[in-house]
C-alpha cells in the first residue's frame, strides 16, 4: 500500500467499493488506546527572489546561528513548547535591525518538512563599531531565550563567528521584506481541538528555508500546515500565503491530504468504551492524533462512515529500531473480537 510514501494505497480507494458504514482501522501503536481523529496536512511554500549588491566595505561580517534545539515531529511535539530555529534567529535578526544597519548575505535554516528546525545561520554584517555592541545584545537575547524556554530547551545556544566579507549581500530592501514576513509568519499551535481540550486541532510550522535548487538569488521557505478541520486547516493556509505574497514573494501548496475530526459521540466509540470497561475493568484512554492516519483518506472517500483506528504497542515505527510488544497482540486481538460480536 506505500504506507511509507504517503499512504498511496489509501490515496487510490474508490468511492462505492466498500458498502459497510463502520470501520476499525488497525494501524495505531498502542494497546488499550481507542484514536478517534488525525490531522489532515498540506505544505505551503514560498520563493523569494532576491536583488543583490555588493557587500559595503568596513563592515563587521559575521555568522549567526542557534544550535541544540529539541526539533521533533511538527505533528505530534508542535504542542512540547519548544523553540523553532528559524523562528528565533529572524527574531535576533529583526531586534538588530531595528537598532542597526543591517547586511543579510544567507539564511539557511531547518531541513524536512515534517520536522520542527533544530539548527539555523545567517551570515550577516554590521558597521564595525557595532561589533561589541552585537556580541552584548547576542549574549542578552540567547538569556532572555534560555529563560522563556527553560528545561524544554536546554541547549539552547547562541553562536557568533567572524569570517571574511561575503562577495555580495541582499539589497536591504529585500532583507527587510524577508525578515518581516519570517517574522510575521505564525508558527506553533493555532487552535486546541474544542471537544479534546488536551489535543492540538490546527497548527503550522516553519519548517525551513534553503536555496532554491537550480536557481540564483532565490531562497525557498517551507512551511507545513495540520489541522483536523479542512476549513481550518485552509484558514492557515491563506493566511500565510497572504503574508509571503505581502512580500513579493509566489507562493505555492503541495496537494495534501485530508484530516479526520473526531466524534466524541461517536457509536462505535461508545461500543469500544463499553467492551473494554467490560473486558478490562476500565475504559481505554480515547485520543486523536495531530498526524495523518488513512482514516483521512477514507472519510473524504466515505464521509457518512463512523471509525476508529487501534492497535498492538509498537515503538521506533517508520525507523530501523521499529518494534512490536508481542503479548499486546493477543490483546487486541481478543479486543476485537468481542467489538466485533457486539456490532
Not at 69 to 98: C, M, P, W
Not at 130 to 153: I, P, T
Not at 302 to 312: A, F, Q
Request: proline share 5%; glycine share 8%; charged share 20%.
Amino acid at each position: 500500500v506505500d504506507e511509507e510514501v504517503g499512504l498511496v494505497g489509501a490515496s487510490g480507494i474508490e468511492p462505492g467499493l466498500l458498502q459497510g458504514k463502520t470501520l476499525i482501522n488497525l494501524d495505531s501503536e498502542d494497546d488499550h488506546w481507542v484514536c478517534i481523529g488525525c490531522a489532515g496536512g498540506i505544505n505551503t511554500l514560498a520563493q523569494f527572489a532576491y536583488e543583490t549588491m555588493e557587500t559595503p566595505t568596513g563592515m563587521y561580517y559575521f555568522k549567526v546561528g542557534i544550535t541544540g534545539l529539541k526539533g521533533g515531529h511538527s505533528g505530534t511535539d508542535i504542542n512540547a513548547g519548544r523553540g523553532n530555529a528559524n523562528q528565533l534567529l529572524v527574531r535576533f535578526l529583526y531586534e538588530e535591525a531595528q537598532q542597526n544597519e543591517l547586511y543579510i548575505s544567507s539564511f539557511q535554516g531547518g531541513n524536512l518538512s515534517n520536522a520542527i528546525p533544530r539548527e539555523a545561520a545567517c551570515i550577516a554584517a554590521v558597521p564595525f563599531a557595532s561589533k561589541e555592541q552585537l556580541r552584548v545584545r547576542l549574549n542578552l537575547f540567547e538569556a532572555a531565550l534560555q529563560a522563556e524556554f527553560g528545561k524544554n530547551e536546554p541547549d539552547l545556544k547562541l553562536t557568533l563567528d567572524s569570517i571574511d566579507a561575503p562577495a555580495t549581500m541582499l539589497k536591504p530592501e529585500y532583507a527587510t521584506r524577508f525578515l518581516q514576513s519570517m517574522y510575521a509568519c505564525p508558527n506553533g499551535v493555532i487552535r486546541m481541538n474544542k471537544d479534546m481540550p488536551e489535543q492540538v486541532d490546527t497548527s503550522t510550522n516553519l519548517a525551513s528555508v534553503k536555496p532554491t535548487a537550480g536557481k540564483e538569488n532565490e531562497w525557498t521557505i517551507v512551511t507545513s500546515q495540520r489541522s483536523s478541520i479542512e476549513s481550518s486547516k485552509i484558514d492557515v493556509v491563506n493566511r500565510i500565503r497572504a503574508i509571503f505574497e505581502l512580500a513579493g514573494m509566489t507562493t505555492t501548496h503541495t496537494e495534501g491530504y485530508p484530516g479526520w475530526a473526531p466524534n466524541t459521540e461517536s457509536p462505535l466509540l461508545k461500543v469500544m468504551v463499553d467492551v473494554h470497561k467490560e473486558m478490562y475493568g476500565e475504559a481505554p484512554v480515547v485520543y486523536a492524533i495531530h498526524a495523518g492516519l488513512e482514516c483521512g483518506l477514507f472519510l473524504q472517500k466515505y464521509p457518512d462512515w463512523d471509525m476508529v483506528s487501534i492497535g498492538p504497542t509498537m515503538r521506533g515505527v517508520h525507523s530501523p529500531d521499529e518494534c512490536l510488544y508481542v503479548p499486546s497482540v493477543e490483546s487486541v486481538w481478543n479486543y476485537l473480537l468481542a467489538i466485533l460480536e457486539r456490532l
